[in-house]
């Protein structure tokens, strides 16, 4: 809380197990809220508190590296809580 960023982390195939990505994390919003992948694992969104945008990003499917599409943000209503991505 506090920092405006994201974490990634890799999941280990069989175990579920959790490890740091060796970039850990990227800058997001402010306040940022709650998090969506896109079923193809390609995309992430990720709502803020109360500033009114979601950031937005693309998802390295071999490093798992997370990078701001073009436009970072989106504009929402303030207060968006959380968001949901369908295929």
């Not at 960023?5 to 890799?10: C, D, G, K, L, M």
């Not at 950031?55 to 970072?72: R, V």
Request: glycine fraction near 6%.
């Amino acid at each position: 809380v506090g920092n405006n960023t994201v974490s990634q982390y890799r999941i280990h195939s069989s175990t579920g197990t959790l490890s740091s990505n060796p970039i850990s994390t990227a800058a997001t919003v402010l306040h940022p809220e709650s998090i969506a992948i896109a079923a193809d694992g390609k995309s992430a969104y990720v709502t803020s508190e109360n500033k009114g945008k979601v950031s937005q990003f693309t998802i390295d499917p071999t490093t798992g590296k997370i990078a701001p599409m073009s436009p970072a943000t989106v504009a929402t209503t303030s207060g968006a809580f959380a968001v949901a991505v369908t295929p």
